[in-house]
Structure formats: C-alpha cells, structure tokens
C-alpha cells in the first residue's frame, strides 16, 4: 500500500513509547521551574512577523532564513514562532506586567519552528523549555538563572554536562570591541563564508556564531571581549563568577561565545553535553537588558535561557539514562467465552470508576493471546472472566508478576477499591492510602 499522507519533512511523531520520555522530561522541568519561583506562560503559535524581526534580528538565520512566515486572510504577516523568548517578552508587556513592578519570572514549554535542513538532531518543529526572569539587573539573578539550569539538567538525570560562560559587555563597551572585531574580519575576510562577509560590517559579532569551518578557523585568534570590558561590566561578571564558585557549579571562561544582538548584554552561556559530537550545545541564555525596550516597554533588566527538548532526550540517550516505561495498565480484563462477554464491559468500567488503570481486549482471542497484549501494556493482573467460574459467582485474577492466579469472587474484585488494605491489586501502590 502506497502511503496517501506522510507528516510534514522535518517533523516528528512522538509515539506512546517515546512520549513518556517526553512525559518525565517534562513533569522534572515543571518541578524545577517552579521551585526556583517561575510560573508557566503559554504564549500562540503564531505571532506577527515583525515581532522576531525586531526581537531575533533581521540579519540573523532564523529570521532572515529559517523563519515560518506566511500571509493570512486579512494580509497581515504572521510567523509560527521560532523561538521562545520575544513572544514572552510580548505577553509581559501587554499583559502590564512591568506597571506592577519588581521581579517577574516566567517559564515555558514550546514548539518552535524553523526551516532547517533536515538531518539528525535538527527538526523544522522543535521543542523548547526556557524561564525569563525580567526585572532586575543584579548578578545574583544571572546565577539563579544559571542555577536553574544546571538543576533541570542534573535532575532529570544527566551528568555529562559543562557550563561555558562569558560577557558580551554593554552599549557602553561593545563599541571598542566590535570595532577591534571588524579590523580583525577585514584582515582575514577571504577566509568567511559569503554570509559572514555580508554581514561582517553590520554585525561582526555575529562571525563568532557562524557554524561554517572557515570562519570557525579564522575567529579562533579573533579578540576576545575580556579585553574590551568597562569597569561596570567587569565587576558584574567577576560577581557572578564569584557567586558561581560560592554554589559549587563549575563553569569555564569560554572568551568568544557572543550572542550577536546588541540588546544581549553581560552574561552568555551554553550548556554543552559530552555524548552529542559537533553540535553539542543543549541549552543556552543570558541577559537582555536591552530587548523589552526594543519591544516598546520601559528600559528593564532582564535574563533567561532555553533548552531543547529533543537535545536533552539525546543527551540523556547517549547516557543511557532515558526512564524506562511506566506501567501502563495495572489490570487487564480478559474473556473467553460469551458469558464472559457480557459482563466485560461492566468489570472493566467498575475497575476503572474505582481508580484502577484497566484494560482489556475487546475481541474473542485466545487466552494466550489476552496475556500476551496484558504483558505489552505492562499489567499486573489479568482478571479471567469465563463461563464457569462466573455460574460460581467468580473470576480467575492472575498475578503476572509472581505466575500465579487464583479464584476470586466477582463481587470481591469490583469492591476491591474499598478494601485496598486487603486488596491483591499492587499493595504497594495502595498501602497506606487511608
Ligand atoms: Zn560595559
Ligand atoms: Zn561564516
């Protein structure tokens, strides 16, 4: 058979298997989040255009390359986000929030989307996690940031992971260094790719992310920013690194991370994993005191980071620490004869009203073939409804786990919920539950 409909190149379908992956990546982040004080924002999809425009850049990959846009009925240009940050920062000011004053701290869990060319790791719909912190210019929040992100990482249970930190400076600083910057392209401009030659005398800053090998290999001896810092921007970042060592986090001075818009300021950093080669970044953030001005709101102070989901399940993979799968039905109902039949779907509703996870198959089959699709669903218990037993008042319920079964009054398995202290259902999920 010839497929009709594949899903969109580029596009993942996240099966039962996997989606529980993606289930305890994503109840560790929600924990974590929300015990450093973040609160959940769920921003659309969509949002206009000139948004990322303003906010990424307009002579960055992912606006002027990678960015969904499309035209809608009434002629407006929209884009399916594609990254996390700006439509926050949005929401933040149209909301009001910045009238109330102090810290606001939010976290998100998102699809975003680029127009990337598909191959391992890299998808057109990705996933992102990401807290902004906005409101405060001190050190000690860029450390809580940081703090943060190295605690969802270490929790949902990775180890090999590094943290690379630098300043990219101020307004005040980032002149000098972006001027010494673009002496040092010029100079070496035959080795660039076209897009960094382009571009150099806009933003030079931006060489220093180029992926190409090319410029990689000529920015190696670039300046670096450590140089160029005013006496502000020194003390912020000798503050955080101070406060760094204090928490015990590990970090190291990675001299030409930049972010390349002049609304990052101060702190950058990477999470980078051990077991993922070349592009080996998970997550990533910094500060922005310059972005929700940018967006039209009053100067503020601000930071943040975002991770990749389907990086960090990489991540976890290659350490061998992806969880393996829940139970997923703690009973099985199963019939073998027509007697049975009939009172199937009773005993399995009862099961499930009493707050037992059950299920069943829905067919006459083969005992055999019952326990088998009991065993793929991970079930404890098969409760046997034939004939025979059921003129007696009972079913069979077989305990899986231990290969054994016994005959059970019918009225006994339905009021089990009731009794769990004599239940045979998983004492250990129910002991204590009174
Ligand atoms: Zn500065
Ligand atoms: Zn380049």
């Known amino acids: ?109 998102s699809p975003i989307f680029r127009y990337e060319k598909p191959q391992a790791g890299r998808y057109r719909q990705s996933h992102q996690f990401g807290a902004e912190a906005i409101g405060s210019g001190e050190p000690a929040l860029d450390v809580e940031v940081i703090d943060l992100a190295m605690s969802i990482y270490r929790e949902v249970g990775l180890s090999n992971f590094a943290l ?32 960094c030659r382009r571009r150099m005398e806009v933003n030079p800053l931006r060489i220093l992310d180029c992926k190409e090998k090319g410029c990689r290999r000529t920015m190696v001896k670039a300046p670096v920013f450590s140089d160029y810092l005013c006496p502000d921007c020194r003390a912020h970042f000798e503050e955080v690194q101070g406060s760094l060592r204090d928490l015990g986090i590990p970090y190291r001075v990675e001299p030409r991370l930049v972010r390349g818009l002049d609304y990052y300021t101060r702190t950058a950093f990477e999470v980078v994993h051990g077991g993922l080669g070349a592009q080996n970044a998970i997550g ?36 061998g620490r992806l969880p393996e799968r829940d139970e997923q039905v703690e009973a099985f109902v199963a019939y073998t004869d027509d007697p049975g039949k009939e009172v199937f779907p009773k005993v399995l509703s009862q099961l499930r009203r009493a707050g037992v996870g059950a299920d069943g198959a829905y067919t006459v089959q083969s005992l055999k073939a019952q326990l088998r699709q009991a065993n793929r669903k991970g079930a404890r218990y098969v409760v046997i409804l034939g004939g025979e037993e059921l003129r007696r008042g009972k079913v069979v319920v077989r305990d899986m786990r231990r290969s054994e079964q016994e005959e059970v009054p019918l009225e006994e398995v339905l009021g089990f919920m009731s009794n769990k202290d004599r239940s045979v259902w998983g004492p250990q999920k129910y002991k204590g539950g009174r």
């Not at 990533?284 to 399940?313: C, H, I, K, N, Q």
């Open 164 to 195: 690379l930190l630098n300043s990219v400076g101020c307004h005040k600083c980032r002149p000098a260094y972006r001027e010494a910057l673009l002496r040092f392209a010029r100079a070496g401009q035959d080795q660039l790719c076209e897009d």
């Open 1 to 109: 058979m010839a497929l009709r409909f594949r899903r969109p190149r580029g596009t993942e379908d996240i099966l039962p298997e996997r989606a529980g992956h993606w289930q305890f990546l994503e109840a560790r982040i929600r924990n974590v989040m929300s015990r450093f004080g973040y609160r959940e924002v769920r921003t659309p999809i969509l949002e206009e255009a000139e948004l990322f425009v303003r906010s990424v850049g307009e002579d960055t990959d992912i606006v002027s390359k990678e960015m969904y846009t499309f035209q809608d009925r009434g002629g407006r240009w929209m884009a399916l986000k594609p990254e996390g940050t700006a439509p926050v920062v949005r929401a933040y000011l149209e909301h009001g929030f910045h009238r109330q004053g102090g810290l606001v701290k939010l976290y998100y869990l």
């Open 284 to 319: 990533g953030g910094g500060r922005y005191d310059g972005l929700v001005e940018e967006l039209g709101g009053p100067s503020t102070p601000a930071l943040g980071f975002a991770g990749g989901m389907e990086r960090t399940l990489m991540a976890l993979e290659a350490e």
